[in-house]
């Protein structure tokens, strides 16, 4: 295929635009300030234990870029809410979920490999009386998390071994959920 007619078709693998990709990389790697990006998520009280929290920019290489998302969040019944969303604890097993989905079909895609199908599945416990402030001996949270990823495609077990490898070396949320982050709290009081 021609340089031109490369430009009229892009290198899609996954629905990830591999040359787009590969183009960021190398942006970033000529360019490290370009790479850098911040996020923000404004959380609010609706009543009872729903929040609501919106996203409305993230900032890459210093731009702001404009985003429009309200996610809604609550708790089941049985734990004080109405059930009416997801709670903060399958938000967190869903950001992680979906951040290492993120990191696969991108990685498959620039090797090259289609994926069929691609699923994961995370789990984990919490016992009450951490959270309820019970016990101080009980964490509030999870202690861990067992996930298990199913993939089919067009690679041998021992590519996408390789692939799961850099995943969980390059997910941001693996990171953030299996390394400590920092919080830096300022606590207003109106």
């Known amino acids: 295929m021609s340089a031109i007619a490369s430009a009229d078709y892009p290198n899609i693998v996954n629905g990830i635009d591999v040359d787009a990709v590969q183009a960021l990389a190398q942006q970033v790697s000529d360019d490290p300030a370009t790479g850098q ?14 929040s609501q929290s919106k996203v409305s920019a993230y900032s890459l290489g210093g731009e702001k870029i404009a985003r429009d998302f309200t996610i809604d969040i609550d708790e089941p019944e049985e734990l004080g809410g ?13 950001a992680l979920n979906a951040c290492m989905i993120v990191g696969y079909t991108a990685l498959c895609a620039l090797n090259g490999i289609r994926i069929d199908k691609l699923e994961i599945t995370t789990e984990g416990d919490i016992d ?14 999870y202690d861990s998390l067992e996930y298990t990823v199913t993939i089919k495609g067009d690679a041998s077990e021992e590519k996408f071994r390789e692939i799961h490898e850099m995943v969980t070396a390059t997910s941001p949320n693996f990171h953030n959920i299996s390394t400590p982050v920092a919080l830096q709290p300022t606590f207003i009081v109106e």
């Open 37 to 50: 990006t911040h996020w923000q998520v404004t959380s609010a009280w609706q009543g009872q234990t729903h």
């Open 82 to 94: 109405s059930n009416q969303f997801a709670n903060p604890q399958e938000y967190l097993i869903s």
């Open 128 to 141: 009450l009386r951490g959270f309820l402030g019970l016990d101080a001996d009980v964490s509030p949270g």
